[in-house]
Antibody, heavy 114, light 107 residues
Framework: QVQLKETGPGLVQPTQTLSITCTVS????????MQWVRQTPGKGLEWMGF???????EYNSEFKSRLSISRDTSKNQVFLKMNSLKTEDTGVYYC????????WGQGVMVTVSS | DIQMTQSPPSLSASLGDKVTITCQAS??????IAWYQQKPGKAPRLLIR???TLESGTPSRFSGSGSGRDYSFSISNVESEDIASYYC?????????FGAGTKLELK
């Protein structure tokens, strides 16, 4: 069955880079869009961006200058990297499948604090 | 970006009540609105897509309607398992944007 699971650092210091991995099973990354959505106390749910089945990406301009989404199809993994973190980036980060998010991971809590 | 104005922020209902949540988009979204349910500590769950199409497994007491800029989501005969937060999402244009959410509580 379709499964997605995010793994990440938990705690990141301000100005540092966040790296989260989404490991999937039950489907091929070359057949589906994968996206990242976050939920923060300040802004609620925010769509961050996606990587298409063909590998091209789209980003929310809110994050564009500091966000990167990539994948390793051989490892069934999708990656989020966001630099210049601020305390306001504290929240839960989800990966989700499909252009309209249907299948979601459990989310990973990220705290940005010194 | 399309702004989604969702109301009310919170709602108190008794079991068996009918409740309605609305979302107004800042421009015509051509029915490309979805509704999600989220329980504490869990990821959002897609209930309805394209205004009124129920996802597999969504109980028939959930419904959606609307057009243009104005959309609504209803739960008839609220059950205890419906206590959650609900969010609308427009997916006609990038970036997709969510409403601020409605927290449904038991009266």
């Amino acid at each position: 069955q379709v499964q997605l699971k995010e793994t990440g650092p938990g705690l990141v210091q301000p100005t540092q880079t966040l790296s989260i991995t989404c490991t999937v099973s039950g489907f091929s990354l070359t057949s589906y869009y994968m996206q990242w959505v976050r939920q923060t106390p300040g802004k609620g749910l925010e769509w961050m961006g996606f990587i298409r089945s063909g590998g091209s990406t789209e980003y929310n301009s809110e994050f564009k200058s500091r966000l990167s989404i990539s994948r390793d199809t051989s490892k069934n993994q999708v990656f989020l990297k966001m630099n210049s973190l601020k305390t306001e980036d504290t929240g839960v980060y989800y990966c989700a499948r499909d252009p309209l998010p249907i299948y979601w991971g459990q989310g990973v809590m990220v705290t940005v604090s010194s | 970006d399309i702004q989604m104005t969702q109301s009310p922020p919170s709602l108190s209902a008794s079991l068996g009540d009918k409740v309605t949540i609305t979302c107004q988009a800042s421009q015509n979204i051509n029915k490309y609105i979805a509704w999600y349910q989220q329980k504490p500590g869990k990821a959002p769950r897609l209930l309805i897509r394209y205004t009124s199409t129920l996802e597999s497994g969504t109980p028939s007491r959930f419904s959606g309607s609307g057009s243009g800029r104005d959309y609504s989501f209803s739960i008839s005969n609220v059950e205890s398992e419906d206590i959650a937060s609900y969010y609308c999402l427009q997916y006609v244009n990038l970036p997709y944007t969510f409403g601020a959410g409605t927290k449904l509580e038991l009266k």
